[in-house]
């Protein structure tokens, strides 16, 4: 039987991976086509909830909303599904160039993605039931105390760290060694688990880390400075997307979820400042359907701003430009940010014996390097001059995407040690690009736009460089390598040097969010901070679009939170009032307190009302 699932998985996995060597990416929404633009559109009934978006927050939301069951939920996606090569966390480099990624491109950069074609860099998205946590890369992340404490700072009420901990405990079930017990979740469905693989090259750097006084740590605990091991959502070494872990377990049972892929949204229908419903796109053919309560938006980064944008909410001066009725004016897509990554490669003389089928039967042991998306393996948070908390993520080879013909693994061992710029100045800004739905929208992180940015970044790289000198290493003949083409012209290791480097190897990290920003003003945000569009009545946006400001990390974690939240607030506003009036006894309680309490709070202004 094993042998079976090993020639099974050689199979699967060298079929799709010769299969994408020749994928092109679309530069539009492709599978989506109108053949007359102004057809009418067909009735798709009734919803009391439409969630636009399957993704990492859109899979949560469809998970937690129907789980009332007298609601019916329509969750329209664009994409299709994962499958068992979307599950192997070792194929994720093949991913961004898959039709599971939709692919949009940033426009053209100065400081970052100069030798790629035309100066853009691209800018993945996923696309299918799961969203971008079909093709990420894993790695779980959510984000220190301080930066949510920031969030209320902003004027955010309800968003500090005490207030989110128990969401970002509510669906996390972590499972993994040297953990900060009162900063996770145990009871959720989304497993996380440490990558098991930790090389001698490895145990090398964390030697390295401790002599520059770095100590492990739990890098989502209480203080996540210092270096840890990775935490990954996968579930004994297979992927965990979102619609694997919460769309899959209720998709039968729950009746009053109605999902369709392969739905574009292509735009909200307002009345009055109200959502009355959504157009989309399925089979080539328009169809209208109307949302009773609310319209959820968790098309992400990208597609969340496009889409409000497209129905008439955004810049009114730009929209009016594009020939678009502008419903409301606010700064869509003006505060998008993205972090950035830029770092130095070395070889060593570190024989690793592998193989694809070897690595292939460990996979189905739940280890080894097809367990990992980037064989990423240790995790550094760090503060330089200047500059609060930067990442480093060591890299122990680079997985599958380095295979010789054969199949082999690259022998001897390279490895890198990228540095990510957490919390960067530089704002950028997502536009459309036309009034035409099926056109992708002007994506510009601005990246390195801010001296500050770019000076931090060199000098992370000039960190870099001394840990990848440092004594431990030399057993392995650790060599930087140098970019001797690009930035020849530089002395290697100069400031001038790893500017040039930056600028050619500098990417935008994936991590965008700001694009619909939540705060509590409407000339400076899109949303308040119950997660409504200022202004209208019923449309909620749910995603990393929404994100105020950068965490100390990656996304997905801030994310499901944000998702979790949202939908227990989405539970208070439309069910307190109804649930007064029926017979459950718990939800009689709790509001029968809640009536009390807003009858309390009436009562005493109308007295002082009355007094001033
Ligand atoms: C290559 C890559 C690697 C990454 N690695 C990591 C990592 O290791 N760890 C981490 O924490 N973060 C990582 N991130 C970032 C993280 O995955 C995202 O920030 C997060 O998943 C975004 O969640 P979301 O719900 O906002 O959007 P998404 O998960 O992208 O979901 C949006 C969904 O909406 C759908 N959609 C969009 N427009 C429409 C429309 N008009 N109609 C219908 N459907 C629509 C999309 O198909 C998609 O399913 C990575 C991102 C990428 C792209």
């Known amino acids: 039987q094993v042998n079976e699932d090993v020639n099974h998985y050689m199979k699967l996995i060298t079929e799709n991976i010769l299969k994408l060597e020749n994928y092109v990416l679309p530069n539009f929404y492709e599978g989506f086509n109108l053949t007359d633009e102004h057809q009418k559109p067909i009735d798709f009934g009734k919803f009391d909830f439409i969630i636009v978006g399957g993704g990492t927050a ?15 939920i329509l969750l329209l996606e664009g994409g299709t599904g994962g499958n068992e090569f979307t599950d192997i966390p070792g194929v994720s480099s093949f991913l961004v160039n898959s039709p599971y990624n939709w692919g949009c491109n940033t426009t053209p950069q100065r400081s ?102 770095y100590s492990m740590t739990d890098i989502n605990g209480k203080n996540p400075l210092g270096y840890g091991i990775v935490q990954q959502s996968t579930y004994k070494g297979r992927r965990e997307s979102g619609a694997k872990v919460f769309i899959d377990s209720v998709v039968e049972e729950q009746t009053n979820l109605q999902i369709l892929t392969e739905a574009l949204v292509i735009r909200i229908v307002t009345d009055n400042l109200r959502a009355t419903g959504v157009e989309f796109i399925h089979n080539e053919t328009k169809y209208h359907v109307n949302a009773v309560r609310e319209v959820i938006v968790s098309a992400g980064v990208v597609g969340s701003p496009q889409l409000l944008m497209l129905s008439g909410i955004g810049p009114s001066e730009d929209l009016l430009n594009l020939n678009i009725t502008p419903v409301k004016d606010l700064p ?40 990992s998306s980037a064989r990423a393996n240790v995790y550094t948070f760090h503060n330089i001059k200047n ?40 704002v950028g800004r997502i536009t459309l690009a036309s009034n035409n739905p099926l056109e992708f929208p002007l994506i510009n992180p601005n990246s390195l736009s801010e001296t500050q940015d770019l000076e931090a970044l060199v000098e992370a790289l000039d960190l870099t460089l001394s840990i990848l000198s440092s004594e431990p290493f030399k057993k392995f003949n650790v060599t930087p390598l140098r970019d001797t083409k690009l930035c020849g012209d530089y002395s290697f290791g100069d400031a ?37 569009v200022h202004g209208m009545d ?48 718990d939800y009689r309680t709790i509001s029968s307190i809640s009536f009390l309490l807003s009858s309390i709070v009436i009562i005493y202004s109308t007295v002082l009302s009355y007094f001033n």
């Open 58 to 72: 859109g899979s949560l939301l469809s998970n937690r909303l129907s789980e009332v069951k007298e609601w019916s």
């Open 112 to 213: 970052i993605c100069q030798d790629k074609i035309k100066n853009v860099c691209k800018y993945p998205r996923g696309k299918g039931l799961g969203g971008s946590t079909l093709i990420n890369d894993n790695i779980f992340l959510r984000g220190a105390a301080s930066d949510y404490d920031k969030w209320t700072e902003l004027g955010l009420e309800g968003w500090s760290f005490q207030d989110v901990l128990p969401y970002l405990k509510k669906y996390e079930n972590a499972s993994f060694e040297n953990i900060d017990v009162d900063y996770h979740g145990f009871n959720g469905e989304l497993v996380i688990e440490n990558f098991k693989h930790v090389s001698d090259v490895a145990t090398a750097y964390m030697e390295i880390l401790e002599s520059f006084g």
């Open 332 to 371: 869509v897509g003006q505060f998008f940010q993205d972090q950035c990554v830029a770092g130095i490669q070395a070889t060593t003389n570190y024989f690793q014996n592998t193989s694809l089928e070897y690595e292939i039967s460990r996979y189905l042991k739940a280890s080894g390097f097809l367990t």
């Open 387 to 426: 500059y609060p908390t930067m990442e480093l993520i060591f890299l122990d080879g680079f997985g599958l995407q380095h295979l010789n013909d054969t199949f082999g693994f690259t022998n001897p061992l390279t490895i890198a040690l990228y540095s990510v710029l957490l919390y960067p100045k530089s």
């Open 496 to 532: 001038s040097y790893w500017k040039c480097l930056i600028q050619y190897n500098g990417i935008a990290a994936f991590h965008g969010i700001g694009s619909c920003k939540m705060g509590w003003n409407s000339s400076e945000s899109v949303i308040n901070e119950r997660l409504l």
């Open 538 to 585: 019923n449309i909620r946006i749910i995603d990393a679009s929404v994100v105020p400001s950068f965490v100390t990390g990656h996304l997905v974690g801030t994310v499901y939170m944000i998702a979790e939240k949202g939908a227990d607030m989405i539970k208070e506003d439309n069910l307190i009032i109804r649930e007064y009036l029926t017979s459950n006894s």
